[in-house]
């Protein structure tokens, strides 16, 4: 069963800030976060390895609660290159090393 | 460049034909990961190799079957093929450290584009 990214899409005009959640119903070993662009191949942001961590990649940060088995990515002062989907990744303990995708959360920054 | 190399780039096929998506990856990784990617849907895990082993599985069809050859590139088979198989098929390969949960980071490659007609 794959992760569940919320929301499905935002809209966001250039320099507000976005949460993008994603929820598990198994208990999480990592969580992964790719960006992808319209006709691109997704492009690795982040991965978060132990509940608590936070990780930051310029103004994209993460967090990663392993015991409600959930990870939040932060988009700081959005620019125009953050415009994408952006789909979380998760491993769990009761699987072997798949890594299952989220449905993805559509970003659109407007100038 | 991603050092993830896929091909065909494009292909157009009829049903009920086969077709063969072949993937090369990143120099020195060793895992192999097939994803389906429908129009505007999320990555579907298809299966995963480790230097040639069948790793993980996901909810791919008894029509596809893929593996992984001792020079580590991997090939998705895809036969009665149906409208509904056309998609964008990634294959993305992880670093040597890969086989222990926690320590696959991705790369993608640029995808194979399978149309049915």
């Known amino acids: 069963q794959q992760p569940v990214q919320s929301p499905q899409a935002v809209i966001l005009r250039e320099g507000e800030d976005a949460v993008i959640n994603c929820s598990s119903s198994?208990?999480?070993?990592?969580v992964h976060w790719y960006r992808q662009k319209h006709g691109e191949a997704p492009v690795f942001l982040m991965i978060?390895?132990?509940?608590?961590e936070q990780k930051g990649h310029d103004k994209i940060s993460a967090s990663f609660n392993e015991k409600k088995q959930q990870s939040s990515l932060y988009l700081t002062a959005s620019q125009l290159s953050y415009s994408g989907t952006y789909f979380c990744?998760?491993?769990?303990?009761?699987?072997?090393?798949?890594?299952?995708f989220g449905s993805g959360t559509r970003l659109s920054i407007r100038p | 460049d991603s050092g993830v190399t896929q091909t065909p780039k494009h292909l157009i096929t009829a049903t009920g034909q086969r077709v063969t998506l072949r993937c090369s990856p990143r120099?020195?990784?060793?895992?192999v990961y097939w994803y389906q990617q429908s129009l505007d849907q999320g990555l579907q895990f298809l299966i995963q190799?480790?230097?040639?082993?069948?790793?993980a599985k996901g909810n791919i069809l008894e029509r596809f079957s893929a593996q992984q050859f001792p020079d580590l590139h991997s090939e998705l088979n895809l036969s009665s093929l149906e409208l509904g198989d056309s998609a964008l098929y990634f294959c993305?390969?992880?670093?040597?450290?890969?086989?222990?949960?926690?320590?696959?980071?991705?790369?993608f490659g640029a995808g194979s584009r399978l149309t049915v007609l």
């Open positions: 993305a390969s992880s670093a040597p450290t890969s086989g222990t949960r926690g320590a696959n980071v991705l790369t």
């Open positions: 198994k208990a999480l070993y990592s």
């Open positions: 978060l390895l132990k509940g608590g």
């Open positions: 990744g998760t491993e769990w303990y009761s699987s072997a090393s798949k890594i299952i």
């Open positions: 120099s020195g990784d060793l895992s």
């Open positions: 190799y480790y230097n040639g082993e069948e790793r």
